[in-house]
């Protein structure tokens, strides 16, 4: 009779030990998705400031275009966010435009990334009536 009783608690110290292996797992799953989730709103943060900082290079470009000062190849460092943003600027001309090309470089986590924005630009003439 008490031979029986030791294999009955045997078995239930073996579902609970299965259970908690289970819990453990589950746990690490759920680190491990929101590390990922985290990483990716980090990466997903940094690439919409870089286009924010291009926008603001090409409006400040514009600007000086139509004050008469053409865009010229550039490469600069912006800080936004805590965060330096490289900025190289290639210029070509066709005809009365330029095709201007933003290279943005940056660093996330030890990891650098990179991305380019292409306008093209021309000078405002006001005409007169």
Same mark, same amino acid.
């Given at each position: 009779?008490?031979?029986?009783?030791?294999?009955?608690?045997?078995?239930?110290i073996?579902?609970e030990?299965?259970?908690?292996?289970?819990v453990?797992?589950?746990? =690490?799953?759920?680190?491990?998705? /929101?590390?990922?989730?985290?990483?990716?709103?980090?990466?997903?943060?940094?690439?919409m400031?870089?286009?924010?900082?291009?926008?603001?290079q090409?409006?400040?470009?514009?600007?000086?275009?139509?004050?008469?000062?053409?865009?010229t190849?550039?490469?600069t460092?912006?800080?936004?966010?805590?965060?330096?943003?490289?900025? =190289?600027?290639?210029?070509?001309?066709?005809?009365n /435009?330029?095709?201007?090309?933003?290279?943005?470089?940056?660093q996330?986590?030890?990891?650098?990334?990179?991305?380019?924005?292409?306008?093209r630009?021309?000078?405002?003439?006001?005409?007169s009536?």
């Amino acid at each position: 009779m008490r031979q029986m009783r030791s294999n009955e608690e045997g078995g239930w110290i073996l579902i609970e030990a299965v259970l908690l292996g289970l819990v453990v797992v589950a746990a =690490a799953a759920v680190l491990g998705m /929101f590390a990922r989730t985290a990483l990716l709103a980090e990466y997903a943060a940094a690439r919409m400031e870089a286009a924010f900082v291009a926008r603001a290079q090409f409006s400040r470009m514009e600007a000086e275009l139509d004050q008469g000062a053409p865009p010229t190849e550039t490469v600069t460092a912006v800080t936004s966010n805590d965060r330096i943003y490289h900025v =190289a600027a290639d210029v070509g001309r066709v005809g009365n /435009f330029y095709d201007v090309r933003l290279t943005l470089s940056w660093q996330v986590l030890g990891h650098e990334e990179q991305v380019c924005f292409v306008r093209r630009m021309r000078r405002h003439v006001e005409s007169s009536p």
